[in-house]
Nanobody, 121 residues
Framework: QVQLVESGGGLVQPGGSLRLSCAASGSIFSINAMGWYRQAPGKERELVATITSGLSTNYADSVKGRFTISRDNAKNTVYLQMNSLKPEDTAVYYC???????????????WGQGTQVTVSS
């Protein structure tokens, strides 16, 4: 079992910045992709950004050029730097990790508990 603990959410004015962090701990042999997803009230959860163990990244069109995902493999931690925030970025942000607990084991997925990001003046 792997636990993901997110931090860094909060209230920010439009145009402001926030940095989210997500640290993984537990029975980890290796972590493949890590990512951030978000869910706004009344909407489905959507992908924000992902990053592989080789540091390849993928972004939703709505955040390209404003958000940057990064990762510290030694710390099993993923970050999301969010700049030029807009009210439509308001959502609960969830961390996700795909990992193995042994060299030949299957790939598992784990979710964090979520952190609220509110963009409002």
């Amino acid at each position: 079992q792997v636990q993901l603990v997110e931090s860094g959410g909060g209230l920010v004015q439009p145009g402001g910045s926030l940095r989210l962090s997500c640290a993984a701990s537990g029975s980890i042999f290796s972590i493949n992709a890590m990512g951030w997803y978000r869910q706004a009230p009344g909407k489905e959860r959507e992908l924000v950004a992902t990053i592989t163990s080789g540091l390849s990244t993928n972004y939703a069109d709505s955040v390209k050029g404003r958000f940057t995902i990064s990762r510290d493999n030694a710390k099993n931690t993923v970050y999301l730097q969010m700049n030029s925030l807009k009210p439509e970025d308001t959502a609960v942000y969830y961390c996700n990790a795909k990992y193995r607990d042994s060299a030949s084991g299957p790939l598992f997925g784990s979710w964090g508990q979520g952190t609220q990001v509110t963009v409002s003046s």
